[in-house]
């Protein structure tokens, strides 16, 4: 079983539509979450942590639920720009981050 | 952007041949962290150096290696490449070597062994 789970998608929705985004992680001692986002042939970028009471930043929400080892994140009215690759992320002790694969998202006109 | 860089962009080796990439982390940060992305793969942890010690390894071999620089800056040394090396190699930097610092990524050295 991978460390970190996530839907490979893609997922093509439409301008202005909302998209949730899913992700499991197997290591009950993880510490800290987040989503990175990756633009094609680009390096990741941190996009938002994750905290157990659910946070927001815009149109972006992400929610953590730690007894079920699950992390979510939710775009709202979404646009041509947020079209990448988004990574879920969890981090134990010492600062390894460990990524999933990746969910891929492409929002049409 | 990040502040960190690396180089060389591109590199095309042979199977068996070596290579060294090198990485300058942000200003003010002591700590880089290595990291191997294979296409359609998320990245994999390599190994991490804080204070030019290495302070955590991932699942690789031996022959993937590397350095901290009294500046902080890092370079990560593969010997004799195989062709499954090939991949993009991203360092991060971060102020601090602890769960839940951020890391900033590079924009990554393409390595492709033919």
């Known amino acids: 079983r991978k460390e970190v789970e996530q839907d490979p998608g893609p997922f093509n929705v439409p301008e202005g539509a909302t998209v949730a985004f899913n992700c499991t992680y197997s290591n009950s001692a993880s510490q800290s979450f987040f989503w990175y986002r990756q633009d094609c042939r680009k390096e990741p970028k941190l996009l938002m942590s994750?905290?157990?009471s659910g946070n927001e930043d815009g149109r972006f929400t992400a929610q953590l639920n730690r007894a079920s080892q699950y992390i979510s994140l939710l775009i709202r009215d979404s646009k041509l720009s947020d079209s990448a690759t988004y990574l879920c992320v969890v981090s134990g002790g010492g600062n390894k981050l460990t990524f999933g694969t990746g969910t891929q998202l492409k929002v049409e006109l | 952007e990040t502040g960190v860089t690396q180089s060389p962009t591109h590199l095309i080796k042979t199977r068996g041949q070596q290579v060294t990439l090198r990485c300058s982390s942000q200003?003010?940060?002591?700590?880089v962290s290595w990291y191997q992305q294979a296409l359609g793969q998320g990245p994999q942890f390599i190994f991490q150096?804080?204070?030019?010690?290495?302070?955590g390894r991932g699942n690789f071999p031996p022959r993937f290696s590397g350095l901290q620089f009294p500046n902080y800056s890092s370079e990560l040394n593969v010997n004799a490449l195989e062709l499954d090396d090939s991949a993009l190699y991203l360092c991060?930097?971060?102020?601090?070597?602890?769960?839940?610092?951020?890391?900033?990524f590079g924009p990554g050295t393409r390595l492709l062994v033919l």
């Open positions: 150096y804080y204070r030019e010690e290495e302070n």
């Open positions: 200003s003010g940060h002591n700590t």
């Open positions: 991060a930097s971060s102020s601090k070597s602890g769960a839940g610092e951020t890391q900033y």
């Open positions: 994750v905290y157990s």
